[in-house]
């Protein structure tokens, strides 16, 4: 084979891939965050290794999650439809605190790793929206995650958004243990979701008087304005007197 077929081999792999994770990971997890955007729910955005997707390496956290009722988002089914990214981002990139949208330089100088670049990315993403959580799994305490331990939390935290970790599930963790955590985890969304709808119900309830008084306000206005055209029209004062 040739340099140059191994070159447009090469291309045309990752042409494949690239459709792939828009038709296939992307499109469908769209369509899962607008349902949660709805409802007003949360789903989980597992910050990990691609080998991480496998429910033997992950010990079954993942499964055990989406069973609970959490939809589950990879790294790379995160959308990134151009309104999303703008919902997401824009405020960063207005203040001139990011270049574009996809940028991670505000908090990672240096980039030395893709998956790593993609982990702080979705840390970010989690971090400005209100319907995700972080799940942050890692196989062992070393390795190219070991860095980037303390950046993901800040960055997830630093908004107040729920944040998991699972940092070395492969050193002999029993079971029953990584059992116990999942359902703490689950009793933990549980209520934050009650929150989340509660402040949300009261919200809707302020716009709604809000609203209303402003209805009521226009109401007079229009009745008061309608009086003063009366009497400084000299034919219907006439009328009525």
């Known amino acids: 084979i040739s340099k140059e077929e191994n070159a ?5 792999a990752f042409a494949a891939l690239e459709t792939y994770k828009e038709e296939l990971l992307r499109k469908p997890a769209r369509e899962v965050l607008n349902q949660l955007k709805k409802d007003n729910k949360l789903g989980v955005v597992l910050l990990a290794r691609p080998y991480h997707n496998d429910p033997g390496l992950n010990h079954e956290i993942v499964e055990e999650l989406q069973m609970m009722g959490y939809p589950i988002f990879s790294l790379d089914s995160l959308p990134i439809d151009e309104d999303i990214l703008e919902e997401v981002f ?3 990139v207005k203040v001139g605190r990011i270049p574009h949208a996809m940028a991670i330089n505000d908090v990672w100088k240096n980039a030395y790793s893709t998956n790593s670049a993609q982990k702080l990315w979705a840390a970010k993403y989690v971090a400005r929206h209100p319907n995700l959580i972080g799940l942050d799994l890692s196989s062992f305490k070393c390795g190219h995650d070991a860095p980037i331990y303390s950046a993901v939390e800040e960055i997830v935290t630093e908004s107040l958004t ?7 599930i492969d050193e002999n963790k029993p079971t029953g243990a990584i059992k116990i955590r999942t359902e703490t985890i689950d009793y933990f969304l549980k209520r934050y979701i009650e929150d989340m709808q509660d402040k949300k119900k009261k919200q809707l309830e302020l716009q709604a008087k809000l609203e209303a008084k402003k209805q009521e306000i226009l109401a007079r206005q229009n009745k008061t304005s309608d009086e003063e055209q009366d009497k400084s029209d000299p034919a219907l004062a006439s009328v009525s007197s």
């Not at 729920?162 to 070395?168: L, V």
């Open 8 to 12: 447009a081999a090469i291309k045309q």
């Open 90 to 92: 824009a405020a960063d």
């Open 162 to 168: 729920p944040y998991f970790t699972f940092h070395d």
